[in-house]
């Protein structure tokens, strides 16, 4: 799969991208660094009408704005809720949790897993409006079925 770098780890600043033409629109600041790379799936679409996000668990300098194969190890499930009346319930917004392709394969061990949950649930501390939860860390087949279901294209 192809991941287009949306921000780089150890950053607080956020890269907001049209995830269809990979153009940039602005930055913002996040109440957290960014533990990994992060970005999106190319030629996917999620519930929430973006790409299908994606951390790529690496310790390699991943710069914003590079396209890179990786392969997938793991779903992270993440659902987000806006304090918003007009939306009364969560919105579903995964992430996929890849490796670059060729590197060794990153296990999901418990360091890891509670690395993203601390990140996810306060990356956003800063916009009132938001909250946002991790579910379960689930598979790699079962990622594999979440990025099938969401190719652009895809019945």
């Not at 995830?19 to 519930?47: H, M, N, Q, S, W």
């Not at 590197?103 to 956003?124: C, G, P």
Request: charged letters at 30%; proline letters at 2%; a negative charge.
């Amino acid at each position: 799969m192809k991941v287009f770098i949306e921000n780089e780890a150890d950053s607080a600043i956020k890269h907001l991208y049209n995830e269809k033409t990979l153009t940039f629109i602005k930055t913002i600041e996040v109440a957290r660094k960014y533990p990994y790379p992060y970005g999106f799936i190319l030629d996917t679409t999620g519930e929430d009408g973006d790409n299908v996000d994606v951390f790529v668990l690496t310790t390699q300098k991943l710069k914003r704005g590079q396209i890179i194969e990786c392969e997938p190890i793991g779903l992270m499930e993440q659902f987000e809720k806006s304090w918003d009346s007009s939306k009364a319930q969560e919105e579903i917004d995964h992430n996929v949790l890849a490796v670059v392709k060729g590197d060794m394969e990153t296990k999901l061990n418990h360091f890891i897993k509670q690395e993203l949950t601390e990140f996810v649930s306060h990356v956003f501390d800063t916009i009132q409006e938001n909250k946002t939860r991790v579910g379960a860390f689930l598979d790699k087949n079962t990622a594999m079925e979440y990025i099938n279901q969401h190719r652009d294209g895809a019945e």
